[in-house]
């Protein structure tokens, strides 16, 4: 069985392309054949520069974020809510899609979001309340939950299309949390695969449907 990582900030090993490793420009290498997404996080917000600016044209990275806003951590709001549309605009340039970290944040990030028309999101490491999940996945927005996720929220095999995987910055393996989340939602553990694999390869670009 393959076991896709839809954000880690754990360095994954050579070659290996099961992962979206989240990663800000310095630490993005074109030669390493690994799939970054190109992260500016909230809590320590940096302007966008070259450098930045040549990391979201390459190729092996098909995703832009974690970015977004944190009102519960990270002491420049305003700071944070310049830098997330700087890398909405270049999201946006480069035609790629978003991963998004928001914490009390949901309303303001919306909003930015529609500002810029955002076609394609995804909410990422949620534990937020159960009325919001629901809400993402009736609009199809792609939620990617960790083992904290995978424990409060019951899945059906109907909201699969929507669902994605993701150790973050947990030590255990991806393998763990798969294993929990066939466990909780009484899904068989191949066709969480099979979906996980599915949703990883579309959302990279790996395959286009
Ligand atoms: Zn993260």
């Not at 914490?103 to 995804?122: H, I, N, Q, S």
């Amino acid at each position: 069985m393959e076991y896709f990582d839809f954000h880690t900030h754990k360095r994954p090993e050579p070659g290996s392309r099961n992962q979206l490793f989240s990663a800000e420009p310095e630490a993005i290498a074109t030669t390493a054949e690994l799939l970054y997404s190109l992260e500016n996080h909230p809590w320590r917000p940096r302007r966008v520069d070259d450098r930045y600016q040549q990391a979201a044209t390459y190729e092996n990275v098909p995703l832009i974020g974690e970015i977004g806003l944190d009102f519960s951590r990270g002491d420049n709001p305003a700071l944070q809510k310049e830098v997330f549309q700087e890398m909405l605009r270049l999201a946006r340039r480069e035609g790629k899609p978003v991963m998004i970290h928001s914490v009390g944040a949901t309303g303001p990030v919306e909003d930015f979001l529609r500002k810029y028309d955002f076609p394609c999101v995804v909410y990422h490491g949620f534990a937020g309340k159960e009325s919001r999940l629901r809400e993402f996945l009736r609009r199809k927005i792609l939620v990617t939950l960790g083992f904290r996720g995978v424990a409060k929220f019951q899945v059906t095999a109907a909201d699969l299309p929507h669902i994605g995987l993701e150790t973050d910055d947990d030590p255990r393996p991806i393998e763990a949390l798969y294993a929990l989340a066939a466990q909780r939602w009484g899904i068989p553990e191949a066709e969480l695969a099979a979906a996980m694999k599915d949703n990883f390869l579309r959302l990279t670009g790996l395959r286009r449907d």
